[in-house]
Each structure stands twice: as C-alpha cells, then as structure tokens.
C-alpha cells in the first residue's frame, strides 16, 4: 500500500518565481493536510481538508499562499510569489476518518528560495 | 489556543543509559502521538495513546499518558545508537494535531 506521496523532493527556486507542491493522500483517507516545517519555527500546520473542503487556513502565513484539493487524490500548495523566508520542508499527511486520528506524513518536499 | 511543550529539547546520552522525555499540553485532550524524525526524513507514527494511565511499549520506548496532569512521557531503556533521532509529541485538536518543538536525541558509544 502506497504510502503519501508528495513531489517535487526538492526545489530550488530564485525569488519572485512561482512554486507548486504536489500531494497525493493514502487512497481512502478524508483528510490532508499541509505543514511547514523549520528549524525557527519548528512544524507549522498551514491547512487542512476535509473531503476535499478546506477547514482551516488560519496556518496559510500570507496571499503568496494557497492550497487546493480538486479530487480526492490531489492536493497542491502554490507559492507566489516566492520569498527567500519560504525556503523550508513542506510534509503533507492524511488520515482516515475515525482512526484515531493519526496522520500518516509523505516525504517532504524540500523548497529552497535563493 | 492549545500549546504543546516538551522537554528537553537537546539530549545526548550514553548507550546503555536510561532517560525520559516530557510533553506538556495545555487544554484538554483525549489524544497524543509520539513521532520519530531521522534526520532529513519524514515523521514516523511510533505510539498513539487514547486514553488516561495508556501505556504502549516498543522494544527500547515505552510511552504513557496522564491526562489529568496533560503530561505524556516516552522513556528509553538501555539507549543505543538506533535511537538516535528527534522525537515529537503531538496533541489532538479537534481534527487537526498540535506539535511540541522536538527532542533531539543523540545516543552515543
């Protein structure tokens, strides 16, 4: 069983250019959601979906920030226009209804803004 | 607002060694996780601890829950390298999860 997959693994962008971050949850999870995650600041929920409904953005930091979640198997989050303060790990997670609500994270995806 | 605090945050400690960590939580919460994050990598579900006096042991860990003091603790036995690692604590919040800072733990020969 295929686990949260997320892509690009890295990206290495200059300032200003747009960024977009792919999700594809575990197949029958209701759940994604998307964290940031620095040394600063440590791990930072930026919004969740439920059914592909957005809950909460109250996370998102700014504008330059938005997310999507079209089907049940895909997500994005899209930067623009990047900043160098960006440069972080983005993990997604998804999780199922009623299951203890533990959340199963996907690789990461490691954005640098130069 | 539901805060999630552990401590320490940095511990280096000899193999063989015994050790807790501490997660404190703010608010009232039915749920807590324990993740481990090797450096570079993902988080990895380790314990998930439902309710009050829950106690979940995993070879070395062992993690346990006190809901009425919102404190939860994961204890290493004998540590070893393997161990090495950041280990985080996570409260439920509703539908979504609130993270401590982070161990950074460091076993060492």
């Known amino acids: 069983d295929a686990g949260v997959i997320q892509s690009p693994r890295h990206e290495v962008t200059e300032m200003g250019q747009e960024v977009t971050l792919r999700c594809k949850p575990i197949?029958?999870?209701?759940?994604l959601f998307w964290y940031r995650q620095t040394m600063m600041r440590g791990l930072e929920l930026l919004i969740y979906?439920?059914?592909?409904?957005?809950?909460?953005d109250s996370g998102m930091p700014e504008d330059r920030f938005s997310a999507k979640m079209p089907n049940a198997s895909f997500s994005t989050l899209k930067i623009q226009p990047s900043e160098p303060r960006d440069s972080a790990v983005y993990f997604c997670?998804?999780?199922?209804?009623?299951?203890?609500?533990?959340?199963?994270f996907g690789p990461g995806t490691r954005l640098t803004v130069l | 607002e539901l805060k999630v605090e552990q401590n320490p945050l940095f511990l280096s400690m000899q193999e063989g060694k015994n050790y807790t960590i501490y997660c404190n939580y703010s608010?009232?919460?039915?749920?807590l996780y324990w993740y481990r994050q090797d450096p570079g990598k993902s988080l990895e579900s380790l314990f998930v601890?439902?309710?009050?006096?829950a106690v979940k042991q995993e070879g070395r860990l062992m993690a346990s829950l006190d809901t009425k003091a919102r404190l939860s603790t994961l204890h290493i036995t004998a540590a070893v390298h393997d161990l090495s690692a950041t280990y985080f604590c996570?409260?439920?919040?509703?539908?979504?999860?609130?993270f401590g800072a982070g161990t950074r733990l460091t076993v060492k020969p």
């Open positions: 997670a998804s999780r199922r209804a009623g299951n203890y609500n533990e959340q199963f």
């Open positions: 197949s029958g999870h209701d759940y």
């Open positions: 979906f439920n059914n592909n409904v957005p809950i909460d």
């Open positions: 608010t009232t919460s039915d749920r």
């Open positions: 601890l439902l309710s009050n006096g």
């Open positions: 996570a409260v439920n919040n509703n539908n979504d999860m609130r």
